[in-house]
């Protein structure tokens, strides 16, 4: 299950944790459990998952402490309350330590696992922002990682050309000249003699278009480059 989403379920009573961990298991996330507000506080802080259901009577330590706790070590795993304490200022207590949902007992597992795919969808999109991932195509650069792909596979580049690469990216769609390239990049006074843009898009173009389709870096006769999916 690679590319399954793992789930840490903090409850106390066992046959209903039982029952949650064999319903979303069949919808193949993976699934750890915790018995007390103790033991979900430590998996929560020393652990990475992909989403917390989270009960709020709990023993050792209630709910509301584990999702404190939680974000005060600056974890933002989304929080999913599972509780029978449906009161607003429960509710609003929950939201204001640090949960992005609240469920009432008893719930339909279809809604259950609706939110679920809400919030981890939602996770997602946030954590792409937050890397600063560029695309086109099947190409993705992560600013963060300094890592290249095309359809999954890495690609090695120097700085250079993951520099020109990332300036391409940024300008998508638009043609790019000799000078705009240069000033951008090589940070440099144009030299209108030098062949140095030629020679940085011929050395991408081997890495990232030879072995790979659409083709993405074209050649505007006079005017410049333009990195784009035609």
């Known amino acids: 299950m690679e590319n399954s989403k793992k789930i840490l379920l903090i409850e106390d009573d066992k046959r209903v944790s039982d029952s949650l961990r064999n319903g979303l298991e069949k919808k193949n996330y993976i699934i750890e459990p915790a018995y007390d507000g103790f033991m979900g506080a430590s998996l929560a802080t020393n652990n990475t998952y992909d989403l917390i259901l989270l009960d709020v009577n709990l023993p050792l330590m209630n709910g509301f402490e584990v999702c404190k706790i939680i974000r005060q070590n600056n974890i933002l795993t989304p929080i999913l309350m599972l509780t029978a304490m449906g009161e607003v200022d429960d509710k609003v ?22 939110r679920i795919q809400a919030l981890i ?12 991932i560029l695309r086109e195509a099947n190409l993705a650069m992560n600013l963060r990682s300094k890592t290249v792909s095309r359809d999954e596979q890495i690609i090695e580049l120097t700085a250079r050309e993951f520099e020109l690469l990332e300036y ?13 390239i240069v000033e951008n990049v090589w940070d440099l006074n144009f030299d209108t003699s030098t062949n140095i843009v030629e020679v940085y898009i011929n050395y991408l173009r081997k890495k990232i278009d030879r072995e790979f389709e659409p083709k993405l870096i074209h050649t505007k006769t006079g005017l410049g480059y333009v990195l784009k999916t035609l």
Not at 123 to 132: I, M
Not at 168 to 180: C, E
């Open 93 to 114: 207590k929950g939201l204001e330590e640090g949960a992005d949902d609240y469920m009432v007992k008893p719930f339909e597992f279809r809604e259950l696992t609706a």
């Open 121 to 132: 969808r939602r996770a997602n999109q946030l954590q792409e922002v937050s890397t600063e």
């Open 168 to 180: 391409m990216l940024r300008n998508k769609g638009r043609v790019l000249s000799k000078m705009d």
